[in-house]
Each structure stands twice: as structure tokens, then as C-alpha cells.
């Protein structure tokens, strides 16, 4: 072992037991064999908790193997808003009667941008960044072409990502609506919600986020800053496993006013009248469609009880210490194999994972995955480190860096 792996060994054992969120990390499941050695993925899908699996048996067992269909009538009916209102108070900063969980991020997406945009008479374009997840640019690009709408792009600085002045320079009378990312899913970019929030409102237009990649581990304040709409993914830091339902926030002010486009029984006033005609829940409810997904979003009730208990300011300290931790590492350890670091190095503008570039990390990954250190790839270089702040420990991080050190020293 060389010194300076020592250095860092002796550095990660002093930041875990110095960590006051470190005890967590055993709520969640490991597989006991020791197959996985660092799991940075948790910004792509986050563990599960040692808790789920119990409770998924007695929901099982409980209200749908013996409540049967009575469910629907003594619990399930409401679930969607009941963790709706849950995660809102918990992480996004929401007063009741915003949240509703269900559908995936990008039906979420097209609902609340095709509302808005149809909210927004005589105003026709949508802004967003070239940057942003390809499925947030194609609904706007397909959403655009059947409402002929005008799609303004934003081309932000690599080094800054999408700043208030960028949006400044595009949003006017014409603006309907403003899709962002507030953390960019590839540089891990933390964008100005509140500044840039103000700047839409100001100009007339809709603000719009998208917080898949903040949701759980960056607090928000969606009332506060005024925010109009929102949705998010829970299979991230959320845990709620592979293909969990979304969120969808829709500010208050607007819930009567905004029509969503998929018209379902769901979403009707009274599902149970079974009437002729379509008229629109009076509440949020309005833009749920079909049955809920209840089974599937039992898991993100255990995440949320756990962010509650532990508070989501102190689930950003730790993602910040960590996210420090992993640069200071690839500084010491990478960037002289010719590593670059790709994300803001300001943690104030920084969300929970950091991207590193190489020629070769493509290649890199997939033995890395072999040898149980899981990152993600990104196209052209890029290789990701989810830090899921109640899950991962600096050790972990620190065995992964290194590991990349030796696959990366191994080729060359
Ligand atoms: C920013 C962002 N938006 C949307 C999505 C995708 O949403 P969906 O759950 O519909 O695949 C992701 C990740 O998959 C994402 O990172
Ligand atoms: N949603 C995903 C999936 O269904 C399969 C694999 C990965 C994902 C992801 O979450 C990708 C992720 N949103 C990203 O930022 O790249």
C-alpha cells in the first residue's frame, strides 16, 4: 500500500466516524456476500431499505391480500395525495393539496407542460437548455409540433450551466413556459431555482422544474420561491425503487385554472358516478388519469419516514461533504492520469454526484461494474459518482476512487 493510499484510508475511516448520519447507512440493504464494493449509482437508483422488504410483505399480506378491494375505499383513494402531501412537507418545501404521486417523470412532464402551455393564452414558446435530459427535450419538442408552439433552446456555459442571466436574455412577452433541470443530470450543475423562478414570474411566463436529481437530496422551497410546477423522479434519492412513480407539484394558484391533456376517470370529479361526461376533479387531483400505481409506491413511504426522522438539511451536509471528499480524491488520485473533474467544484452550485471525464472510461466502467465498484457511463467520456447521501459511506467512495486509479493505471 503507498503512502498516499494510506493517507486516504486513515482520512475516510476519520470522516465516517466523524459523520453524524453515518448509522443510517445500515437501514439499507447490503448484499451479504459482498459482491458490491462501492455503489456510487444511487443518482440513477438508489438502494433499497432493510425496512421495504418487510413492509412490501405485510402490504401484501395486509391491505391487498385481506383489505382486498376495500382498500381502495379506506386507504388507497387518497394515497396519491396523502405522499404527495408527505414528500412536499418532507423535501420540497410544499403546503398540502400540491403533491400527487403517480405516472412516470415523463407523462408527469407532458401533462404539466401541455397544461401549461395551454394555460398561457397568447404566449407560444417554451424555453429550455440544450443541456437538459433527452426525454424533458423531446416532450418539448414533440409538444411543441402538436400545439405549434416555438421551442427557444438556451446553450448554457459548460463551465456554469443554465444561469439567470442566460434566462434573462431569452424569457418576454412571448415566453409561455420555462422547463429547467435544477441539477443537471450529466454535470451535476445546481441551477439558481429561486433567482431564476423570480426572473420567469416576473416576465409573465411559467416557471417548470424538473428535480429528478435534487428530490431527497437538496432541500426546496417550491411555495417560497413561487415555483408554478414541478416533478420529479423517486427511484433516485428517493429509493423507491426501479420504475417508481413520479411526483408532480402544481402550485395552488393555478390548479383550478390549468386543464391537463389526458383526460381519465381518475381524474374526474366524481370517479364513481361513472358519468357521461368528463369534468375535472376541482382540486390536484385533476391530473391524475388512471388508477394509481399503489403497490408501487409503497417502498418511497419508508424513504420518506427515514429523510423526516434524519431532516433533509442534514442529508445535504453529508452530500456535500461527500461530493468534496470525491474531488479532493480525484484531484489527488485521477487528475494525473489525465482525469478531468466536469462539475462545479463551488459546492454551492453542485448537486449530489460528480462527473469526471477520460477517453477511456467507457471501457473503464464495464470492468469496474465486473469488479463491484458501480458508477455510470455518460456519453462521449464521462463516468458519474452518485453520492446518495444516506447511503454512502466515505470509505465506499475512497474504495471506488481508487479503484478507477488502478483499472485507469492498468490500461495505460
Ligand atoms: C432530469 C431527468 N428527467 C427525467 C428523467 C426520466 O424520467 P422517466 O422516469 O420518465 O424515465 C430522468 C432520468 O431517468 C432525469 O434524470
Ligand atoms: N431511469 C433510468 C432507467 O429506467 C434505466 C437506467 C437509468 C435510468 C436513469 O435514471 C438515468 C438517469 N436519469 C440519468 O440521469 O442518467
Known sequence: MSNSTENATLTSARLDAADPLAAYRDRFFEPADGSVISYLDGNSLGRP??????????????????????????????EPTVVGDLLGATVLGAAPG?????????????????????????????????WNFPTDRFLVEGIAAERGAKIVWIDPDAATGVT???????????????????????????ADAPGITKLVKDAGALMMWDLCHSAGSIPT????????????????????????????????????????????????????????????????????????PILAMQPLKDMLALLAEVGIEAVRSKSVALTEYTIALVREHLVPLGVELSSPLD????GSHVIIDHPRFA????????????????????????LSPLSTSFAEVEAGILAIRGVLASMS
Open 49 to 78: 431499505l432493510r425496512a421495504t422488504a418487510a413492509n412490501l410483505t405485510a402490504f401484501v399480506q395486509g391491505e391487498w391480500g385481506s383489505g382486498l378491494i376495500r382498500s381502495w375505499d379506506e386507504k388507497w383513494m387518497d
Open 98 to 130: 400540491q403533491t400527487i404521486i403517480g405516472d412516470s417523470t415523463s407523462v408527469l412532464l407532458y401533462k404539466l407542460l401541455r397544461a401549461g402551455l395551454d394555460g398561457q393564452a397568447g404566449r407560444d414558446e417554451i424555453v429550455i437548455d440544450r
Open 164 to 190: 439567470p442571466e442566460d434566462v434573462a436574455a431569452v424569457i418576454g412577452e412571448r415566453t409561455a413556459l420555462v422547463l429547467l433541470s435544477h441539477v443537471a443530470y450529466r454535470s451535476g450543475f445546481l
Open 221 to 292: 422551497e417550491l411555495d417560497a420561491w413561487g415555483v408554478d410546477l414541478a416533478v420529479g423522479c423517486s427511484y433516485k434519492y428517493l429509493n423507491g425503487g426501479p420504475g417508481a412513480p413520479a411526483f408532480a407539484y402544481i402550485n395552488s394558484a393555478l390548479t383550478g385554472r390549468l386543464q391537463q391533456p389526458i383526460w381519465g376517470w381518475m381524474g374526474a370529479a366524481n370517479p364513481f358516478e361513472m358519468g357521461a361526461d368528463y369534468e375535472p376533479a376541482a382540486n390536484v387531483r385533476r391530473f391524475i388519469t388512471g388508477t394509481p
Open 347 to 350: 459546492p454551492a452550485h453542485r
Open 363 to 386: 471501457e473503464v466502467t464495464a470492468k469496474l461494474w465486473e469488479a463491484g465498484v458501480i458508477p455510470d457511463f455518460r456519453p462521449p467520456y464521462g463516468l458519474r459518482i452518485g
